[in-house]
Each structure stands twice: as C-alpha cells, then as structure tokens.
C-alpha cells in the first residue's frame, strides 16, 4: 500500500540521521561477519570431539567463579517454507514429527546437565527455530519441566528467558502459559506488512495477528518484545517500507531488528523462488535503509548496532551505555561472560572459551544420542590471539569504543606494536571520518557504526580466507 502525498511529505521532511552516509556506504559495502563469535563459524572445522566438549566443561567448573550458563534450544520445525529464510529448519505439516525429537533433546539435556555444577544458575534462556510455536502447548510445558529439572532456572530478577514466535501459529492462551512457565521476552517474526511482499517471499502474516500477540504479551507482564523485519526483499519499495514500519512503530515494541536480506541462492535452496528481477536494486536498498533509520531515530530508537534498535528505558540500550552489552549466538544481550550451551540440530555452544556445534543431520543427531552420545561434529579451540582479536571486536561492536591502554595491560602487549598493520588501515578509516583516535583509545565516529562489521574485519586475521569462500553477506 502507498503512503499518502501527506505521509509521503511528512517522510521527505524527516530529520536525516547522521548514521547515515551514502559515499562511505558504497564504498566500504562488502562480505563480512556479523561476529556472533570470533572466530566466525566458518572456521569451525571437524576436529574438534566431545571429548574435547567434555574437557571444556571440566574446566568451566573448576574456574574459581564459574560463570552463569546460557541455554539455547533449536526447534528445527515450521509448518510452511519462507521463502528469504537461511535457518537450519524442516519444512512439515506433521506434528507428530515433533515428539521423536523431543525425546533426543531430552536425552541431550540429562547428558549436559551432568557435566555442569548443578548451582551455576541459568541467567539466559532462548528458544529459538523454525519456530518453537509448531509444538503443542503441552510438549512446550514438558519441555520446559524437563530443562528445569536439570538445570538451576531462575524466576525473576534479571534473568532473560526469551522465545522466538511465528504469530500465525500462537494459539489461544499460548502467550499466557509462555509467561506462567517462565519466559519474560519474545520475539516476533515479521518481516514485512506488505501484502505483495508477503506473497511473494510465501508469508502472508497480517498486522492484526501480530497485534494480538502483542497485546497478550503485554497482558500478563513480558518485560520486553521484539519485532524483526527485513529490507530488500522483493517488491519492497521506499514507500511499501516506510509505510511498513510506521505501523510496527505504532505498535511501540521494545525493540525491533531489522536486517538486510542477502540473497544467496546457490545456499540457501528456497531463495531460488525468490526472481532476482522482482529485488529492489542496489540504490533502492540504501534509500529504504536511510528512511527507516530516520523513521526510527525519528520515534525514539536508539540504534545499537548490527541492525538493532531499541528503546532508550530497554535493558539492551541501558546496557549500552553502562558498557555492560554483550553478543553472541542469539545477538546482542545484557548478559555478559555466560557459558553457552546449544540444544538441538545444528545449535552451537561456547564454553571454556571455545565452540562446539551439533550436527545438522536430524537422523545423525537421533544416532549419536541413542549411543549416548553429544551430537558435536565440528568447533574451535580459541588460542591466546584468538581471544585478544574477540576481546577487540566485542567492544567495537557493543561499545562503539575501543579501550587500547586497557586492552595493552589486559592481555600484556604494546597495542600499537601488536597491531601496527591493523593501525595503517584504520588510518583510511579515520581520514573518511569513520573513527578517530583519542587518548583513551578509538572511536566510532557516528558515520562508522553502520560499517562497525569493516572496522572490525582489520581486526579478524581469517577474513580474507573466509572472503574468497563467498561465506558472508554483505556488510550494509
């Protein structure tokens, strides 16, 4: 649907936001990380056992304050196919493919839950897909009794038990048992409200649906909700967009994602049905991602990197400015320094410091359970720079900031000599205005936070390996 000529008005005269600088977007616009871990995935590779998973988990216990645990559950299954969606998933109108899996992550879950201290509470819960809504509401409580019965869960406080949702499947009364069993935070998959958009990427979701859900989660005390949408998709226009987002921004949620959709095809199978004529061009994009930067700005977002915005009172902007955010898997978090545990096919976990990821296989995963195996298959053991380069990027993607007298005395190097290579290129950077250097360290200059995924590629020793693999989407 168009905007109206006053909308349309009203759009042309937005405050532009300084974020936004189109030269400096073309110019750096390339493949790269979107660092939920450092090393990227790409460099997982298969030597890595469950005996060494195992080991890890030793040492997670015996550090002298073991951290908090972060419990990822992947619910592979959705009952109709987006056509955008890069997600490990099953395509299936078969509930009753749910049960069998539910038995092996039950099996997964008693095999984890004995190689951590029974008191490291579980400060980060999410559920996550396909989509967790395919299970029925007595599977979900099961499910959830079954996490809790063998990790220590915590109700209140400052825990964030989050669940991703697909509105058209939420059945009546499912917000209200989602909240009784525990969950604080959801996730809403939208994407886009156009109906031709929706059609054309098979997902026809309507505003009302979406609403509801809102409204149910608000009613019985969600602390925080999340709206996620994504620019480039087919048949999206600057106004179809704008007129998109300033009816998720009427629904005023707490925070709201927005992503760029990469089309890889010779990847992702089911973006084939996605006709690369019916995209919005290159110049098409920037001009959606400028107006909807400025229409966010406009309604009292903040943004807080990687395609996330949020409310200036959510616990993510707070924690942006405390300099207490963190990222990992599930993207950005006010939970720091937890050790991650993956439940499910292709999950990947973070313990110790190092990566393990199941298998993606769901006959694989059932096979090495029923042995009484973990389903791991591949992961990376972190080395000392490794961990220094991660230390790096999470500031620069969190803070916007980077510390380098701090970093130099933390990790017992002179930065500038460590790192003189990376300076030289960063000088590019600082004479196009991205960053600067003060005393304290470098900056992300407002113009640089949108490209923060280049500023953090001089840091990432792997990239150009990864590069030449075609491994990444395009930074902008």
């Known amino acids: 649907m168009a905007l109206t000529r006053c909308a349309a008005e009203a759009l042309e005269q937005m405050p532009r936001s300084t974020l936004f600088q189109e030269d400096l977007i073309t110019r750096y616009d390339k493949p790269g990380p979107r660092y939920t871990s450092y090393p990227p995935a790409t460099e997982f590779h298969d030597g890595i056992t469950e005996s060494d998973y195992r080991d890890w988990a030793r040492q997670s216990n015996e550090e002298p304050i073991p951290k908090p645990l972060s419990l990822y559950f992947h619910i592979p299954f959705c009952s109709s ?18 049960e069998p899996y539910l038995q092996d992550l039950y099996r997964e879950i008693e095999l984890q839950s004995d190689l951590y201290d029974r008191d490291r509470e579980v400060r980060q819960l999410h559920w996550g897909g396909g989509t967790p809504g395919f299970l029925s509401r007595l599977q979900t409580q099961q499910l959830m009794e079954k996490i809790a019965a063998h990790f220590a869960l915590q109700r209140g406080g400052d825990s964030d038990y989050s669940i991703e949702l ?30 031709k958009v929706q059609a054309a990427v098979n997902r026809v979701q309507s505003l009302q649906a979406t609403s509801a859900v809102i409204d149910d989660a608000r009613l019985h005390g969600f602390r925080s909700i999340n709206i996620d949408l994504i620019y480039g998709l087919p048949h999206q226009t600057l106004q179809s967009f704008s007129n998109t987002l300033r009816r998720i921004i009427e629904l005023a949620p707490d925070r709201i994602a927005m992503y760029n959709y990469a089309h890889l095809p010779h990847r992702f199978p089911p973006q084939r049905r996605i006709k690369e004529e019916d995209l ?26 990687m395609d996330h915005f949020a409310r200036p009172d959510d616990e993510l902007s707070i924690a942006q400015h405390n300099r207490s955010l963190h990222r990992n898997f599930q993207g950005y978090s006010a939970h720091a320094q937890c050790d991650s545990i993956g439940f499910g096919v292709s999950a ?10 199941n298998t993606t296989s769901l006959e694989d995963y059932h096979s090495c359970l029923d042995q009484g195996h973990l389903p791991i298959v591949r992961g990376y053991h972190s080395h000392d720079d490794d961990l220094l380069r991660r ?48 005393t304290d360290g470098l900056i ?33």
């Open 81 to 98: 196919i987006c056509y955008y969606c890069a997600c490990n998933k099953i395509i299936t109108k078969n509930k009753d493919r749910a």
């Open 166 to 195: 697909d509105p058209r499947v939420v059945e009546p009364g499912g917000v209200a048992q989602l909240r009784q069993l525990g969950f604080n935070r959801i996730s809403l998959g939208v994407q886009d409200l156009d109906e």
């Open 280 to 305: 919005p061009g290159s110049a098409a994009k920037l001009d959606i991602l400028h107006s909807a930067i400025d229409q966010l700005s406009a309604a009292g977002y903040d943004y807080i990197g």
């Open 348 to 357: 990947i976990s973070q313990i110790h410091d190092n990566f393990s990821q």
């Open 391 to 438: 230390d790096i990027i999470q500031q620069l993607v969190c803070h916007f900031r980077l510390d380098t007298r701090l970093i130099g005395k933390t990790w017992n190097i002179d930065f500038n000599q460590y790192f003189a290579a990376e300076l030289e290129r960063l000088a590019v950077m600082e004479d196009d205005g991205l960053v600067k250097f003060d």
């Open 444 to 476: 992300v200059l407002e113009p640089g936070r949108l490209l923060v995924r280049n500023i953090c590629i001089i840091f990432d020793r792997y990239q150009s390996a990864s590069n030449v693999r075609g491994a990444f989407s395009r930074t902008i």
